[in-house]
């Protein structure tokens, strides 16, 4: 990896994280409990009795009302949040107050680890999103290899908190309330100190891998609710961006209840139970997460025969180096192939600037769709001092694609 950058102010990941601010801790329920009591909310608790901080809460990640959940689960003990610095923006203070711990998306940092330390000695628990970006179709993303050395290292019980129906209410494509309810969750001892200490870090990683498998979509039919949003696939194009009947890729639509390719006119049309219908022949795949398994496969194809890549595209790059604001750092181009990420440009006073993140660097990679409603599609590659938000033009790409081919990649490299 290479970055060369402006020298900006930086934010401080080597502070020490706080407890929770005793007059903060009232309005945490407050702001968790309303939106909880609307979707009705059922949380079950396994070998919790007698279950008290130090732990390490495990959480999966599909919208923002997984923190309510968690407040709920963990309330009124106190916690330290592994947070991604874009959360920052703006209220640094506020979150640092409430125990927040700064990290830049799949980076390795030791701060990390010590601020974890700190959580947990303070008899506290230690809250981690480990997929480190809401799922893209509902489905379990993918675990960082450094989990099960994780909990060895902290040494505390190890709990895992898994949510369902938080993607099909809120999907990261299309973030509307559908308003469903009841929606549910499993928090679980799932490791003892015991269990720590008598297991690899490979049968710890496994274990947690098995305990993270979920399926929002089939939870949702298995259950029999139904969503009666007209907008219901608007924005489903972002995750399904290649035509099952064609092939082409990059030439999907959607609007309302339909899914469309711009290429071939084949269209497809979501029911209440979020199961694809073709309007016309046949119907390739009704669950959405295995049209997205397809495309993976896909991804996995081009790898294999080592003729993957992005093309070179042109982009604009917003440095997020501090918890200010973003910084627009000037336009230049992306490339995503075989070799990984490389993005380069001009600054917007005519210094050169460059990214480099090689492959077995990057396990994964996190994304966004039409990012906060005006920028568009972007990439977000990171260092351990700065962020890029990288936004790419035009219509000949997916940010989808390149998420796949990340973790398609370094499986490829490490094989």
Known sequence: MKNMKKEFERFDMKKPPMRTKWYLMPLLPILSYPDLIKHKNKLTKIDMDGVK?????LCN??????????????????CNYVVAIDGYIGREKLLRDVGCICKRKFTQSLSLIRHLKTTVEHGDIAVI??????????????????????????????????CHGHHVNSPFWNLHDRGVKPTEAEMKLFYTK?????????????GLVDAFQYDDFAWQKE?????????????????????????????????????????????????????LTADKGETEFSHIPDWYEWERANVRREVEERTYSSGELDVYVDSLPNAKKFIRLGN????????????????????????????????????EYDYLGKHGDCVDLNTLEDTWYIFPSG????????????????NHYWK
């Open 53 to 57: 901080p130090p732990y390490l809460l």
């Open 61 to 78: 990640h599909n919208a923002f009302m997984d923190f309510k959940v968690a407040t709920k689960a963990t309330f009124p003990n106190k």
């Open 129 to 162: 999103y480990p997929e480190a970006r809401y799922s893209l179709c509902g489905t379990t993303a993918v675990l960082p290899e450094s989990l099960g050395k994780l909990c060895k290292t902290l040494n505390v019980p190890v709990v895992t908190l898994i």
């Open 194 to 206: 015991e269990d720590l200490q008598n297991l690899s870090v490979e049968e710890i990683n496994s």
């Open 223 to 275: 259950r029999g609710i139904e969503i009666k949003y007209e907008g219901h696939a608007e924005g489903l194009h972002k995750v399904l961006y290649q035509c099952p009947n064609c092939k082409a890729e990059f030439r999907m639509g959607s609007k309302g209840r339909k899914l469309f390719c711009k290429s071939c006119g084949k269209s497809w049309t979501i029911n209440n139970f979020s199961e």
């Open 332 to 367: 230049g181009k992306l490339i995503h192939d075989m070799n990984g990420f490389r993005c380069w440009g001009t600054d917007v006073d005519g210094d050169a600037f460059l990214m480099e993140k090689n492959v077995p660097s990057l396990y994964s990679c996190h994304i």
């Open 395 to 410: 219509e000949d790409f997916s940010v989808t694609k390149m998420a796949l081919a990340t973790e398609e990649l370094y």
